[in-house]
């Protein structure tokens, strides 16, 4: 068995990873709206993936078809948004590790790793999406099932030249490094969810019937995405109904639009949500006509000549709604400077209250940290 430290410091890399690549804290969030996303067909060259029983269909072939029609299809469904692939050839393998960063150097506002699930049994069928978190309820027999696929998938590791350097140890078949790797949080948890109800609600009724719901997993591709993200299994491979679906190209086709129309609708919900389009409305009235006064739906600024503390989870240009889901139901204050917008949660006068607070929050958001406003500003608290 590894040892502890060896599967701690795999723990600690891929924190390292998560937090060098997340933009939303402290950077340049870019222009409103969900404007770029990038599509991952899994596996590819060396790495088959899933394979049909009788060896004629192949999961990374599969997962190609599948994506570059979703490409298309969100493109001519939401004229201006950029549409990426981590791979657009057969032959090419890319390494988990660099389709996230693929998706963190094009700034990807949403991560699609599209999969075709596999069993040793010829029964289950279906499809399923998944987000990263702590695997499914343990005392379910599908606990067993995702535990499986997320190992399978997971596996992809051992195909990478000098895997035990990059991945420091993490040995995808061991539980106990699943375990420990089950300790990453993902700050974009909330959009990941949104995006997963809807695609499931329109995945129903298509070539792939049997919905399989939505399961929280330690993915590894997800676990490295600094962006909301999911990983969709599109059928079972294994399953002789599933495989006969999947091996036409019209039912390819049908699951792309499908999955394009559940992109369009979380675009809309999620640019709702931040305000995207403000500037198309009307002009604001006359500076002679009295400001109308601030909405609920606007961040508490900073209140002058007091001091207060809280815990600090994004800086950005942007103007965000204090009902975003990034917030997760937090009321977030906002403390503006020149260049970037504070957001700011967890607040109370005393210091002990925030940091107590500010402990739980960190468990939803890794890279927060606990500050201290008055009327020098916002600094941080070590």
Known sequence: MKSKSSIFHAALLAIGLLAAGTPAFAQDAGSL?????????????????????????????????????????????NPGVSVYMTRDKDEVFVPL????????????????????????????????????????????????????????????????????????GFDPKDPESDIFLHLMTNAYREQSILFAQIVDKKMAGGPIRKSNGISQNNFAVLRLASMPAVLLELGFISNPTDLEALRSSRNLDRIAQRLAEAFTEYKKLYDESVGAGRQDKPAAAPATTPAPAATAAQPAAAPAGEVWYGTQVLATKKTMDSKDPYFLGYEPKCVSTPTLNKYIIGVSDSLEKARETGRKIKAKYPDAFLVKVDDNGCTRVK
């Open 33 to 77: 709206g969900l404007r770029t996303v990038v599509i991952d067909p899994g596996h590819g060259g060396k790495d088959s993936g899933a394979v049909s029983k009788d060896r004629k269909t192949q999961e990374k072939k599969l997962t190609l078809e599948i994506s570059k029609l979703l490409k298309k299809k969100i493109e001519d469904l």
């Open 97 to 168: 590790i660099d389709r996230a960063s693929f998706a963190t150097g094009h700034n990807a506002d949403f991560f699609i790793s599209v999969h075709i699930n596999a069993s040793e049994k010829t029964s289950p069928n279906g499809y399923s999406v998944h987000i990263l978190g702590p695997s499914t309820d343990k005392n379910k027999d599908t606990y067993a099932m995702n535990m499986e696929v997320v190992q399978r998938e997971n596996s992809v590791i051992l195909l990478e030249d000098d895997y035990s350097t990059t991945y420091q």
